[in-house]
């Protein structure tokens, strides 16, 4: 099972931006679909983006236009580009790993994200 980490999470003004890293071992990252989770406070984990082995992205519509995942297999990294942040945005976010159609079920520790108005 592959091991995930997070960094990249901090305190940000609304308007600002940050940058989440994902970084895999014990397995090579390119069998996995990878996604980033979010879950505020009182709130239900939510599903943000998603990266499968062709590229492929989707998001969630709250983040679209803002937020693109990317994935660098040769570092068996995946990353989180935030820009024009929003107090809603206020969350910890998680990575996560499937392989196939499986669900996801590698998860990372979270990273702590929160915007400020």
């Known amino acids: 099972q592959v091991q995930l980490v997070e960094s990249g999470g901090g305190l940000v003004q609304a308007g600002g931006s940050l940058r989440l890293s994902c970084l895999a071992s014990?397995?090579?990252?390119?069998?996995?679909?990878m996604a980033w989770f979010r879950q505020a406070p009182g709130k239900e984990r939510e599903s943000v983006a998603v990266i499968w082995n062709s590229g492929r992205t989707s998001y969630t519509d709250s983040v679209k236009g803002r937020f693109t995942i990317s994935r660098d297999n040769a570092k068996n990294t995946v990353y989180l580009q935030m820009n024009s942040l929003k107090p809603e945005d206020t969350a910890v976010y998680y990575c996560?790993?499937?392989?196939?159609?499986?669900?996801?079920?590698?998860w990372g520790q979270g990273t702590q994200v929160t915007v400020s108005s």
């Open positions: 996560a790993a499937a392989t196939g159609s499986s669900t996801f079920n590698s």
């Open positions: 014990g397995r090579t990252l390119s069998f996995y679909r």
